[in-house]
């Protein structure tokens, strides 16, 4: 019997082919969901840093502007602040207040006001809800109907509270917090077909929202700002006493 029947033929006979493409293939098999795991940690670490980098963003913003941006709910990055109201005779007979509130509590990130890059790593605007209060202005005139001269401007103060909840689920039986300033959410990937019950309570536009480990059918990324974070900042700003 020859033994050099494989070299003298100068190929790979199929069953050679057939074993050195399962070996690929397991081989690949292994490596995919290794590799596509690692891409989705560092998507995941990217949107992380955004997430801080708009949240330093907010707080630089409430130090130079007095509040925090309102939401923008009509997608060109620009916060949506309503028309003001007008209350005569407020705080003295003759004067009038105006109020600028926001146009919704919860919105996407106004990443143009805020001068920050527009999407997460996943290709999404970032959620973003106020409590109201952070987001009003209040200016003093000098008549009423807002006439006269702009007498002085007023924001949220020391005694001002949050009131937005981050729950550890969607029945909210445990919260990390009840008097949330604002709340930054990433969506994430969104992988999942039909979104469970703690990711939908992200995106149903109230003032309740889920924080919690990644899970195989929970992938939002979510921060928020406490008053204290918020005030700490103002005061150093030199905009609150
Ligand atoms: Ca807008
Ligand atoms: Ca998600
Ligand atoms: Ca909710």
Known sequence: MR???????GGFSL????????????????LLPTISSQ?????RNETRKYI???RDAMLGYSAANGSLPCPDIT??????????????????????TKKYSCSATVGTVPYNTLGVTPNDSYN????????????ERNEVYSATG????????????????????????????????STAAAVIVSRGANWALTPSTD???????????VSHDFTPTFDDIVIWLSPNTLFNRMVAAGKLP
């Open 199 to 209: 990711e939908a309570e992200n995106t149903d536009n109230d003032t309740d929202f």
């Open 75 to 96: 997608n060109d990055g620009l916060a949506d602040i309503a028309s003001a109201v007008t209350t005569d005779n407020i705080p003295i007979t003759g004067q009038s």
């Open 15 to 30: 069953v050679e082919m057939a074993i050195v493409l399962v070996i690929v293939g397991v081989l690949l098999g292994g």
């Open 146 to 177: 807002g006439g006269g001269t702009l007498l002085s401007s007023s924001f949220f103060n020391l005694s001002s509270t949050g009131t937005l909840r981050i729950c550890t689920s969607a029945a909210c039986s445990t919260n990390l917090t």
């Open 39 to 43: 891409i989705e940690q560092q998507r």
């Open 52 to 54: 801080n980098e708009v």
């Open 124 to 135: 999404s605007a970032l959620i973003y809800a106020v409590t109201p209060v952070f987001g």
């Open 3 to 9: 033994l050099d029947t494989y070299s003298k033929s």
